[in-house]
């Protein structure tokens, strides 16, 4: 058996913490998630401690392929978003914001262990983001100013920064509909796409709740999940929004904080976001 190190042990005391994490009750689960958040902030930490490193009064950007240049943008994007982002959380981060930066997809596939069809432009776990080259978006034609208003910092950053505020305790159709709130608010974006309409059959907010990534239109999960969490602040007020929020911080599970907050059940939660979504969010309009 190969002896372990100090730094080895980081990878086995994610499992360990992971493991308690899932086995235990809601509130003691929201207790150790900042252990396990915290030892995959460590090992991500560990293995860029070699990379280049540009620093921001709130981010530091890690990068092996030597292009300062993109760094410098990823870095701008990110202090650009985070006084808006903060602001609408009402939180701060207490130290600066690990992001590791990408050269190509290949590279960001093969640091989660991703098969060849899977892609993403931004990732946020375990308290770092992880970001793809702006130079791989200026291959489409992308500007340095449209990576800042559609790239992956604002909605990256929102999910690092409410992971914080609620320790783990949400469901993934609210992180990513949050997210994706942040980003309309803030930058004017939407993601749509030609398989993502409102008007026709949609994913059941139990199937959100259970299967989230694994449904198979991914485009329209995440756009009920925008829905859903932009009805909110829209019909009930931005206030809502926070006070579910806050119910989500304080332990409650999702359906407890809408029913507490918004008084209904979470069928007429339900019925009440795809019934203004549908008048509300037409494919065609903002």
Do not use: C
């Amino acid at each position: 058996m190969q002896k372990l190190g100090p730094m080895s042990l980081v990878p086995v005391a994610v499992i360990v913490a992971a493991a308690i994490f899932f086995l235990t009750p809601l509130r003691i689960s929201m207790a150790f998630y900042p252990l396990v958040r915290q030892a995959a902030q460590a090992k991500m930490e560990y293995e860029t401690r070699n990379f280049t490193v540009v620093e921001t009064p709130h981010f530091a950007v890690r990068y092996s392929d030597g292009d300062n240049e993109m760094a410098q943008l990823v870095a701008q994007a990110a202090e650009q978003a985070y006084q808006p982002v903060t602001t609408m959380l009402g939180r701060e981060p207490n130290s600066k914001t690990l992001i590791v930066m990408y050269p190509d997809r290949s590279e960001l596939r093969k640091a989660f262990g991703w098969s060849g069809d899977e892609s993403a432009m931004g990732v946020y776990w375990g308290g770092v983001i992880q970001v793809l080259s702006p130079r791989d978006w200026m291959k489409s034609g992308v500007s340095a100013n449209e990576f800042s208003r559609s790239g992956p910092m604002v909605h990256e950053f929102t999910h690092l920064v409410f992971d914080h505020l609620t320790q783990g305790n949400y469901p993934r159709w609210f992180t990513e509909g949050l997210a994706q709130y942040a980003e309309y608010t803030i930058n004017d974006y939407e993601w749509l796409t030609a398989t993502n309409s409102l008007s026709g059959h949609l994913h059941t907010m139990a199937e959100l709740d259970a299967s989230f990534d694994d449904l198979p239109n991914q485009s329209l999960a995440y756009r009920e999940s925008f829905a859903a969490v932009r009805y909110i602040a829209e019909v009930h007020g931005d206030d809502a929004l926070r006070q579910v929020i806050d119910q989500l911080r304080a332990g409650r599970k999702m359906n407890q904080a809408i029913q507490s907050v918004l008084a209904m059940n979470y069928s007429e939660y339900e019925q009440s976001w795809q019934q203004w979504a549908a008048m509300n969010m037409k494919h065609n309009q903002k």
